[in-house]
């Protein structure tokens, strides 16, 4: 099943690009390509879907690329399996590699923000017989290992509650999204963006007081600089068709990824890397030990940014830049 439709891509000249419903271990990948040449598979994060390459889709096809981004399993037209355990790491690769095998490919470089980062250097680490590259958007690449993730989450925060902990029972945080999924969607995005972000000093929106919300740390009314209405009414859409539940499980799955990848411990992802982050991204900032450590967890690292003023959403905040990064890297790479 596959559907033609005409959008405009985010320098404002049209651009063609296709929707397609490809099979995989989930029952089915929604996807969103354009150009010819190169497979560059792009994965989304939390809570966001393919339309967060938007910018990025009719740039690299300009470039001379492949360009297909992918709802992952439990978000947008992809499938959404019941299990929880549906959403480990190890079958969301095992889409990854169904996606470039359904293309007609044999191998693809794979680039990720957020979850998608981590999504995507585990298809690097797993797969490297398909996957030549990675790319890693805002969450930095640290190899499995340490105590089991939940006990990490669970000591965070003293009084106060880290928001994966918070994600962990089905239906809590649903509860307090799906009543208005726009509302907070609005909240998150304006939450983790360099522009509209809590001022230093205020609650962390990264965790729930005692009895409280996490929509309680969120800014009210106001949206950042990257987010128009009808971006927002895009995402509010998909989820307000799909609920939160699929997008969800990723993070109920972190022990089971834990004990999946035993065998990976401290494993180095060796294929050519990029990383992008953004300055003012707990992501990055939290995990700056992370990047650190590059020249042994990523020996095959070719560049790596860190965007001034720049938040969470990167490749949404900073579309120009990191459309350059990346253009510049997939170059590179062509060279080796």
Not at 177 to 199: F, K, N
Not at 266 to 288: C, K, N, R, V
Not at 292 to 317: F, K, N
Request: aromatic share 10%; hydrophobic share 40%; proline share 7%.
């Amino acid at each position: 099943m596959s559907q033609h439709v005409a959008e405009r891509g985010a320098s404002g000249g049209p651009g063609e690009s296709t929707h397609r419903l490809v099979p995989s271990p989930a029952g089915r990948i929604h996807l969103v390509e354009q150009g010819s040449g190169p497979l560059v598979l792009l994965v989304h994060g939390f809570p966001e879907s393919w339309y967060s390459w938007r910018h990025q889709l009719p740039v690299l096809a300009a470039a001379g690329y492949r360009a297909v981004a992918v709802d992952v399993r439990g978000y947008g037209r992809s499938s959404r399996p019941a299990a929880t355990d549906a959403y480990r790491m190890l079958e969301l690769v095992e889409d990854n590699v169904s996606v470039v095998h359904a293309l007609g490919e044999e191998s693809a470089v794979v680039v990720g923000h957020d979850w998608g980062s981590a999504i995507a250097a585990n298809s690097a680490l797993l797969r490297p017989d398909v996957f030549r590259a990675v790319g890693l958007l805002s969450v930095p690449y640290a190899p499995r290992g340490g105590p089991r993730p939940s006990d990490i989450f669970s000591r965070m925060g003293g009084d106060e509650e880290f928001y994966v902990s918070y994600f962990q029972e089905p239906g809590r945080a649903e509860a307090e999204i799906e009543p208005d999924v726009r509302g907070w969607l609005a909240g998150i995005y304006a939450a983790l963006s360099g522009d509209t972000m809590p001022a230093p000093g205020a609650p962390d929106p990264h965790f729930v007081g005692r009895a409280g919300t996490l929509r309680d740390r969120f800014p009210a009314d106001r949206l950042p600089a990257w987010l128009g209405g009808a971006e927002l009414d895009f995402y509010a859409g998909e989820f307000e068709r799909t609920g939160l539940t699929g997008a969800l499980n990723r993070y109920r799955n972190m022990d089971r990824d834990w004990e999946d990848l035993a065998a990976y411990d401290g494993a180095p992802i060796t294929q050519p890397s990029l990383f992008i982050g953004g300055a003012a991204d707990a992501s990055t900032t939290w995990l700056a030990d992370a990047i650190e450590a590059y020249p042994v967890t990523l020996p095959g690292l070719v560049s790596s940014h860190v965007l001034d003023g720049c938040g969470h959403w990167i490749q949404q905040e900073r579309p120009d830049e990191v459309n350059r990064l990346l253009t510049d890297w997939l170059t590179a790479l062509r060279g080796c």
